[in-house]
């Protein structure tokens, strides 16, 4: 049975950092991208930032570059999204994806559809 769990989240005041974890069970970890989507109240889910089986590519949102980072740990099974200078706008639900992608092009990243966890919730005050 597969499982994505996330977590990490929290309360925490805006230009604060949070680090999100998503570990994978399941499944032939390497064989999978993982990305990160975000859903706000009233919102459309958005991708975040995404990060391919190999750990060499990575997607951001214009929204977060150069503020968060992706990256995996595959001995883990897990995927890391650091969070830096966190802004209000931020404040969402944040949930994991893994799926078996064929290429990293946005067009794909963005219909990301593997198995999905429960999400965390991240919430930046001002």
């Known amino acids: 049975q597969v499982q994505v769990v996330e977590s990490g989240g929290g309360l925490v005041q805006a230009g604060a950092s949070l680090r999100l974890s998503c570990t994978v069970s399941g499944l032939t970890f390497t064989r999978y991208g993982v990305g990160w989507f975000r859903q706000a109240p009233g919102k459309e889910r958005e991708i975040v930032a995404a990060?391919?089986?190999?750990?060499?590519?990575?997607y951001y949102a214009d929204s977060v570059k150069g503020r968060f980072t992706v990256s995996r740990d595959n001995a883990l099974s897990t995927v890391y999204l650091q969070m830096n200078s966190l802004e209000p706008e931020d404040t969402a639900v944040y949930y994991c994806?893994?799926?078996?992608?064929?290429?990293?092009?946005?067009?794909?990243?963005?219909?990301?559809?593997?198995?999905w966890g429960l999400g965390t919730q991240v919430t930046v005050s001002s």
């Open positions: 990060v391919s089986w190999t750990g060499g590519n990575k």
């Open positions: 994806v893994a799926d078996r992608i064929r290429d990293f092009t946005k067009e794909t990243l963005l219909k990301m559809d593997g198995y």
